[in-house]
């Protein structure tokens, strides 16, 4: 080969690339990239720490997470806006609780939602007889009929399939709590009037499972079960001395709330199903 032809061959032939170091071969473009990068992880983590810090240290924060899930499990199967809905009465039943039990100077605990059970607090000191007991329980139900009865008329005004559903369930939840069974709210309402009443609502709601059979209601049977079988035990103890007047009082707003509850219910039962779009 001569040198004319390895002139030509050096020519032809492409140059190797030049091995710079990292951080020159990374570029400006590169060094923005990760700048962003790190400035949005540093973003995510100081959101993330003030959420644990507000859950931490508020006593709001179980029952702001675990009302969220309920909400997010809801959603999954009936849509959000019934899921919204549907959590918000049960919110307004639970603080109706609460109260009605600062008002009797019973010190609570903040709500905690449980999907498919519902919600509940929890009272730091126990109730000092059954007529506080039946305050603490009636302020419950109470609260979520109004709301319900809320939700009622913004349906007629919309005319909303969607407001008139929430309406029957509130209604519908409210008819349930006030089965004449502890521990449900009408079983704790029942015992200022008379704890033998729940002789009567143990009954139906075995017949609620023959009817529609459901794991929680076999729980609140077996519940109510033990409760009134403890209070068989111990029927002569004072906590169930209560004054006549009283159980005259609480016997009528129990049985008014419980007629209004099952009247509505029925109604908006019957306009939901007339809106409700037929396949």
């Known amino acids: 080969m001569n040198r004319e032809d390895e002139m030509k061959e050096l020519l032809d032939t492409p140059p190797l690339p030049s091995h710079k170091p990292w951080y020159k071969r990374f570029g400006l473009g590169g060094a923005v990239t990760v700048l962003l990068?790190?400035?949005?992880?540093?973003?995510?983590?100081?959101?993330?720490?003030?959420?644990?810090?507000?859950?931490?240290?508020?006593?709001?924060?179980?029952?702001?997470v675990s009302m969220f899930a309920m909400i997010?499990?809801?959603?999954?199967?009936?849509?959000?806006?019934?899921?919204?809905?549907?959590?918000?009465l049960i919110t307004v039943h639970e603080y109706g609780h609460m109260y009605?039990?600062?008002?009797?100077?019973?010190?609570?605990?903040?709500?905690?939602?449980?999907?498919?059970?519902?919600?509940?607090i929890g009272i730091k000191?126990?109730?000092?007889?059954?007529?506080?007991?039946?305050?603490?329980?009636?302020?419950?139900?109470?609260f979520g009929f109004l709301a319900a009865g809320v939700v009622h008329t913004a349906a007629y005004v919309v005319q909303s399939t969607l407001l008139f559903s929430l309406a029957f369930t509130g209604y519908l939840l409210t008819l349930f709590n006030l089965i004449p069974?502890?521990?449900?709210?009408?079983g704790r309402i029942a015992s200022a009037v008379s704890p033998y009443i729940w002789f009567l609502g143990i009954p139906l709601i075995g017949f609620l499972i023959w009817f529609s059979f459901s794991p929680i209601l076999v729980l609140v049977l077996l519940a109510a079960i033990h409760r009134a079988w403890e209070f068989w035990k111990h029927r002569n103890?004072?906590?169930?001395?209560?004054?006549?007047?009283?159980?005259?009082?609480?016997?009528?707003?129990?049985?008014?709330?419980?007629?209004?509850?099952?009247?509505?219910?029925?109604?908006?039962?019957?306009?939901?199903?007339?809106?409700?779009?037929?396949?």
């Open 37 to 64: 990068a790190i400035l949005k992880w540093k973003t995510i983590l100081s959101f993330l720490q003030g959420i644990f810090f507000l859950f931490k240290f508020s006593k709001f924060g179980l029952t702001t």
């Open 72 to 88: 997010g499990v809801y959603a999954w199967f009936y849509g959000i806006w019934w899921a919204v809905g549907f959590v918000s």
């Open 100 to 120: 009605a039990a600062k008002r009797q100077n019973i010190p609570v605990t903040a709500p905690v939602f449980i999907p498919f059970l519902g919600a509940l």
């Open 125 to 142: 000191e126990p109730p000092k007889d059954a007529a506080t007991e039946s305050i603490i329980a009636y302020g419950g139900p109470l």
């Open 181 to 186: 069974a502890s521990p449900l709210d009408g």
């Open 237 to 279: 103890d004072s906590y169930y001395d209560i004054d006549p007047g009283f159980r005259l009082k609480i016997g009528i707003a129990y049985l008014a709330l419980l007629l209004a509850s099952g009247v509505l219910t029925y109604e908006t039962h019957l306009i939901a199903e007339a809106l409700r779009p037929r396949l």
